[in-house]
């Protein structure tokens, strides 16, 4: 069945695109979440990165992590040359065997969990996300739009 909205998110811990440390997901708690699978190659995550890219910008509060799906990308150099043109602000974790992306069936990229400050997931969207959608979702995990 995988995670579910209403479901405590499973903690993970993925080495960082830029090399400085790493994310867990746990030390996160306490803060709106927006994680974000992705890859580099797939269109509507290329659709889908400028509106989140200056969301992320404008909304420094929310915690975003872009969770790339390494295993089907070339390598890690796509990633930043992603990471660089859409000027990517929030960290870029890389998930090399997709194991994240398998204990949490992302099936379709890109896909978005929304978690709240108790690590619940309160919404699960397996689509991009036009910009005009954004407020909705993060709203939903007690974030308030700047």
């Known amino acids: 069945v995988g995670v579910q909205v209403g479901q405590i998110a499973p903690n993970w811990k993925l080495p960082r695109l ?3 440390g790493s994310v867990q997901l746990a030390s996160l708690r306490g803060h709106p979440v927006w994680v974000n699978f992705f890859a580099s190659w797939c269109p509507p ?3 889908e990165a400028p509106g ?3 969301f992320a910008a404008k909304n420094p509060g ?3 992590v872009g ?3 390494l295993a089907s990308e070339k390598d890690q150099a796509a990633v930043a040359a992603f990471a660089k043109k859409y000027a990517i602000g929030f960290p870029i974790v890389l998930d090399g ?3 994240v992306a398998n204990r949490y069936l992302v099936t379709f ?3 978005s969990f929304f978690i ?3 690590g619940v997931i309160q919404a699960i969207v397996q689509s991009p996300i036009p910009s005009t959608q954004i407020a909705k979702y993060v709203e939903k995990i007690g974030y308030t739009p700047q």
């Open 45 to 47: 995550c290329n659709a």
């Open 109 to 111: 990229i890109p896909t």
């Open 18 to 20: 830029d090399g400085k």
């Open 116 to 118: 709240d400050r108790n």
């Open 67 to 69: 969770v790339d799906l």
């Open 97 to 99: 065997q997709n194991s």
């Open 52 to 54: 989140l890219a200056k």
């Open 62 to 64: 929310l915690r975003i």
